[in-house]
Structures are given as C-alpha cells and as structure tokens.
C-alpha cells in the first residue's frame, strides 16, 4: 500500500509561482509512474502532468504546458510541481497520483492510477 502526502500549496498572485511536493512511502517509489491531477470545485478532476517511473519522460496537459514542470527523486522518494505564471483558472485542489510501471504509462487516465494523497489546494488571486 503506497501513501502520498502532498504539501506547498497556497495563495499566490496571478503570475506567480508556487512549488508543491509529494512524498511516498509504503512501497518502492520507482515502481510507479507519478501524476498531478486538480480539481476544482464543481468540476471533475483534471489531469496536470505526469512524469514516467525513471524521471525520463513527462508529459503535460495543454493548459500549463511550458508553465509546469514536475520532477521527481526516487532515491527520496518525492516528486515536485513547479508551477509558474499562474493563472485564476489554476486555482484547485492539487492531488499526486501513483500508477503501477509494470501496467504501460497512460499518463491521462484517471483511473489508471492506484494511489492518491490527500491533496493540497492552491488559490491564485487574480
């Protein structure tokens, strides 16, 4: 069983940046492929990026691409979102998302991911 904490959530103007963390324990933090999902609310949860289980490969939805970067250090087993340049729209709760590697990397899918945390909200203030 994998746990997730996220944490670096927060208020942040319109154009700044804001950094959040994730950290994983209860299992081997390279078998998995990461992801951010958001929510906000009345809306359905919404992918944000997701980086492959070597750190090799990410990928990024339209909407914050060249504006997010996600990174992650298995040795440490953490994960980050550096978010900068935010928008009003960014505002949501934050999730980090665990999929098994040994499943293919559909990095989109919801509900290919096993594990989730608790989440972490942002609020950007326009």
């Known amino acids: 069983q994998v746990q997730l904490v996220e944490s670096g959530g927060g208020l942040v103007e319109a154009g700044g940046s804001l950094r959040l963390s994730c950290v994983g324990s209860?299992?081997?933090?390279?078998?998995?492929?990461l992801g951010w999902f958001r929510q906000a609310p009345g809306k359905e949860r919404e992918f944000v990026g997701a980086?492959?289980?070597?750190?090799?490969?990410?990928y990024y939805a339209e909407s914050v691409k060249g504006r997010f970067t996600i990174a992650r250090d298995n040795a440490k087993n953490t994960m980050s979102l550096q978010m900068n340049n935010h928008k009003p729209d960014d505002s949501a709760v934050y999730y980090c998302?665990?999929?098994?590697?040994?499943?293919?990397?559909?990095?989109?899918?919801?509900?290919?991911?096993?594990?989730w945390g608790q989440g972490t909200q942002v609020i950007v203030s326009s």
């Open positions: 980086i492959n289980w070597s750190g090799g490969s990410g």
């Open positions: 998302e665990a999929d098994w590697s040994g499943g293919g990397w559909y990095p989109e899918t919801q509900n290919k991911y096993d594990y």
């Open positions: 209860g299992g081997t933090f390279s078998d998995y492929h």
